[in-house]
């Protein structure tokens, strides 16, 4: 059997036509779409001002697979981690981070991850498709929803740092990103969206020739490439002078923020040495900040947290040599929800 087609890859000029041709009203095209993106019905059965016989109609023609919760979890910090249901029952995490002054979505792009990192949960986990552009479009609703429900808040931002590589699945992730910030969607700034990449150089200046208007965060993590390839693989074809070259590409395309994430594994890459080698990338780039990361252990990977004594003489370094570098402590660590921990488990 095929199946239909799903409404919400229409646009609005093609529903209209659609509409057109079940002999309805150009303005009932109007109402679907606004149900659709502004207020986010979760399928036809919601969208109220249609007639019993219009939804059936609808129903009968295509499909509306949105995305549902299937679990949650609530953090003692209060970050709350879902784990997503897709309509052929694939499985996908995203996570609310609440903090004083934002409301932060982490959402997923990919089911599983091919890149193989060696500290990262869902790189263990084989990558079975690319998520849909409405599928993170329904992620980033469903958490604001949770959001409003918590703390009374919309979300302030959002991350792309989930599950799997963004920019292996570029189309969709763009796509989600112009419903998100569109007015007929959640009418989010884009500057208040970060993507972040293990590092496909490609795709990044394609960013740049894209023109895009929101934020870039590289998962640098070693800043010499023998150290980095041994932990991503991804290193192998796209190593930091391919890298750095993209990285100043997409900033002279667009002027965006871009900023590194590095996360301090014991006796790897927290030596004051591989504090010099992160200063020495970190000038070679206009970075907005260097966020330095408490590692989260799993359970395949071999690396530990370094001690507290080693990363505050790591941050006074680079603080002394003047890089913009903050620490990010873990959130969620309770219930897997931190950093390189999302890997479905409930």
Not at 33 to 45: L, R
Request: net charge neutral.
């Amino acid at each position: 059997m095929t199946r239909k087609q799903n409404i919400r890859h229409l646009t609005l000029p093609q529903l209209r036509e659609v509409f057109g041709e079940m002999g309805e009203k150009p303005f009932r095209a109007q109402q679907v779409y606004e149900w659709i993106w502004a207020k986010q019905a979760p399928g036809f059965d919601a969208m109220t001002n249609l007639s019993k016989n219009l939804r059936a109609g609808l129903e009968e023609r295509f499909d509306f697979p949105a995305v549902t919760v299937d679990a949650t979890q609530q953090s003692t910090d209060g970050t709350i981690k879902s784990r997503f249901r897709l309509h052929d029952g694939y499985l996908v995490e995203g996570v609310l981070i609440p903090t004083s002054s934002r409301q932060t979505a982490c959402v997923s792009s990919q089911v599983g991850c091919s890149l193989s990192c060696k500290f990262c949960a869902t790189g263990f986990m084989d990558r079975k498709r690319n998520l849909e552009f409405d599928e993170i479009f329904d992620e980033v609703a469903l958490i604001n929803r949770q959001s409003m429900e918590s703390a009374g808040k919309k979300l302030t931002n959002i991350v792309y740092m989930g599950m799997g590589e963004p920019l292996l699945n570029y189309k969709n992730v763009l796509k989600s990103i112009e419903m998100i910030t569109s007015p007929d969607g959640l009418a989010m700034s884009p500057k208040r969206i970060t993507v972040s990449t293990a590092g496909v150089a490609k795709q990044i200046k394609q960013l740049g020739d894209d023109k895009v208007r929101f934020n870039l965060a590289l998962s640098l993590h070693a800043a010499n490439d023998e150290k980095r390839s041994e932990i991503m693989p991804i290193n192998d074809s796209n190593n930091l002078k391919n890298l750095v070259e993209a990285l100043n590409y997409f900033y002279k395309a667009t002027e965006n923020e871009i900023s590194f994430e590095y996360i301090l594994f014991k006796d790897f890459n927290d030596s004051l040495k591989d504090a010099d080698e992160l200063i020495k990338i970190y000038r070679q780039v206009p970075v907005d900040l260097v966020n330095i990361i408490e590692y989260n252990p799993i359970d395949n990977a071999r690396f530990q947290k370094p001690s507290e004594e080693k990363t505050t003489a790591f941050m006074e370094y680079l603080g002394k040599n003047r890089v913009n570098a903050r620490l990010r402590r873990s959130r969620g660590k309770d219930i897997d929800a931190a950093c390189g921990q999302l890997a479905n488990k409930a």
